[in-house]
């Protein structure tokens, strides 16, 4: 280990500013973040306008999901094969080339096609742009280059939908992927400009070993079934589908099957011994909850505003947007203090200030909030996330060799994205349980012998023939108004379940900071 620490301190420079690097390489992960979630509120006018059903439209979404989760962790094998700077351009230009396709596909089978290519390019740019920055930056200065990182990741799911619904409304869903284009191609020139491979992966370049067949069959198998039990399950109603169980099953043998053969082999694909160091596991699995609370959180409120609130999706937008600007504000500063403190501290508060957020949303929600408190409820949300997304990542890395940097990374993506996967399906399926669940209760209240209920069901009544409606109608429009009353109450309360069980979990991993090592001091992080 310490041999292999001694690499970078041989005078390896990147040639250009460090920050400059840092820009040029977020400027395409960004904008593939940002496509994980910008199709979705498009989704209607795809099915329109290729003449398909809803739910056909949807494997335009669960494409991209199958094939993106398949190219991560192998990130780091491809970019040791053929260089890291050669696969990372290799990726810009497939995502570039294969949104204008996906812009101009004449049917839905092309454009799941070409989804399919773009989910492959996207996979591993952020794998790449995380090892490039391990690479560029100085130990002591990881936290500020994860900074630059995250705010891509944690902004690009919070304004994609809003950026989607606007681009449909006034344009057209083509739009959607021809904004990639202008940006892979500035780009692409500026990364063949300015980011350079260090020598100790033209080393191990030179040392090709050979392909793990076996590996990558078992990933792409494992990972692309879950994929698609994720993203269908709520959809075919889980378990009780032929279809989601023999994905499961399938998934679940091919990932066990993938996991001793990995540790078996000579030349695995993916180095899921890096697993075996106590921090790099702790932080996978905190920076797998962060995905869960980041996309669950991110897709929570803009429904609730929207479906029972009646907001539209820029209304929507606007009141996730402070919370954008918070994050934006507090990135810069987590970066420049976590390499002055111990890190593990500040994960532990991130993870606790996003709890409380969480558990004060629960407790506040209601179909009576104005915007202010809509908006509040992000911006106590967004306080939390900025405190975690470095912190987890500076560690993740600290006590890894720097030659296995993109396997690492590719590993920790993965982490990320599973957890927004798994948190998007809990999201869904819980709140059209709940919801069923609660109506059930609140019904048993709706009859002439609850007396609350035959008092309101009276006052609506009245009300109504006083406006002029006849007595006949008034009591049918009576009883209308009362059971959209019940389901509003019952999606409510759908909602701040799922706000409370997002808290728990959150707060859950406070006290698993402190199974993590601390990282090296400054002095010692520095090159």
Known sequence: MSQARAVPDEGWHPGHNPILIALTVTMATFMEVLDTSIANVSLPHMAGNLSVSQSQSTWVLTAYLVSNAVILPISGWISNRIGRKRFYMSCVALFTISSFLCGIAPNLGSLIFFRVLQGIGGGGLGPSEQSILADTFPRAKHGMAFAIYGMAVVLAPAIGPTLGGYITDNYSWRWIFFINVPVGILSMILTNRMVVDPPWLAQRKSNAVPIDIAGLTLIAVGLGSLEVVLDKGQEEDWFHSPFISGFAVLSAVALVALLFWELKTKHPI?????????????????MFVLGIALFASTLV???????????????????????????ILLMPFVGRIV???????????????????????????????????????????????????????????SSVPPEKSNAAAGLINLSRNMGGDVGIALVTTLLARRAQVHQSELTTHTTLFDAPFRDRLAGITAALQAAGTSAADASLKAYRAMYSMVLGQAQTLAYIDVMFILACGTMLMVPLTYFMKRARGPAAMGH
């Open 339 to 397: 390499s002055k403190t111990d890190a593990r501290k500040m994960i532990a508060f991130g993870f606790f200030s996003l709890s409380m957020a969480m558990f004060y949303m629960a407790h506040r929600l209601s179909l009576g909030i104005d915007f202010k408190h809509a908006t509040l409820f992000r911006v106590y949300q967004a306080f939390g996330l900025a405190f975690l997304f470095v912190p987890i990542n500076t560690l993740s890395f």
């Open 301 to 327: 409120l803009p429904q609730f505003t929207q479906l029972l609130l009646g907001y539209s999706a820029q209304q929507a937008g606007m009141a996730l947007s402070p919370g954008a600007v918070l994050v």
């Open 270 to 286: 993916i180095d899921v011994r890096l697993f075996k160091d106590r921090t790099f596991a702790v932080a996978n699995g905190m």
